[in-house]
């Protein structure tokens, strides 16, 4: 599923976002935003700003495509959709940029195509100590825009049937 504003402040505040920042707006967080993008220049622009990928998440700068039907950002700035309205024409998102290591939380109108980062329905509990147990099972679409075609290849050792939906509205 799409996570929504609550469930990114999780991650947040796993990350090491304080209390007092989790619900501002704008730009957060310290670090934060550094610990979640993919390190280096190689879909990066230069600084790519306190980029460790520390969380694994390898946040990539898919940039977004505006109203005009025009893409921007691409190589600067990552954006995602949250699963959380915040106006009737509009949802939380969250961003990150490669001249910032925080991380930008922001309501946005619903016509900007933002990408979305899916968040498996299999509860995987974290512990700061120890992530030995941790099975991290990732999927990626980049370069953002992708193709008309979508293959997303998926294996698992648990015997489960998976579906894959994705509508173009």
Same mark, same amino acid.
């Given at each position: ?51 460790? /990928?520390?969380?694994? @998440?390898? %946040?990539? +700068?898919?940039?977004?495509?505006? =109203?005009?039907?025009?893409?921007? $950002?691409? *190589? ?58 941790? /099975?991290?099972?990732? @999927?990626? %679409?980049? +370069?953002?825009?992708?193709?008309? =075609?979508?293959?997303?290849?998926? $294996?698992? *050792? ?12």
């Amino acid at each position: 599923h799409i996570p929504n504003d609550n469930e990114w402040k999780t991650l947040e505040t796993f990350l090491g976002m304080s209390k007092t920042e989790i619900d501002e707006l704008g730009y957060r967080g310290g670090s934060i935003g550094g610990k979640l993008k993919e390190t280096g220049f190689t879909n990066w622009f230069f600084p790519n700003s306190g980029a460790t /990928n520390e969380s694994n @998440f390898t %946040a990539l +700068p898919g940039g977004y495509l505006d =109203i005009d039907d025009s893409f921007s $950002s691409l *190589s600067h700035g990552a954006y995602f959709w949250t699963a959380t309205k915040s106006e009737s024409s509009e949802a939380y998102h969250r961003s990150l940029a490669s001249m910032d290591s925080s991380i930008f939380r922001f309501n946005e109108i619903c016509v900007l195509g933002l990408s979305a980062r899916c968040l498996s329905n299999d509860f995987i509990a974290l512990n700061k100590k120890s992530d030995q147990n941790l /099975n991290l099972e990732l @999927f990626r %679409a980049y +370069p953002n825009p992708t193709n008309s =075609i979508l293959t997303i290849p998926y $294996s698992t *050792s648990r015997d489960e049937n998976l579906s894959l939906i994705i509508l173009d509205q």
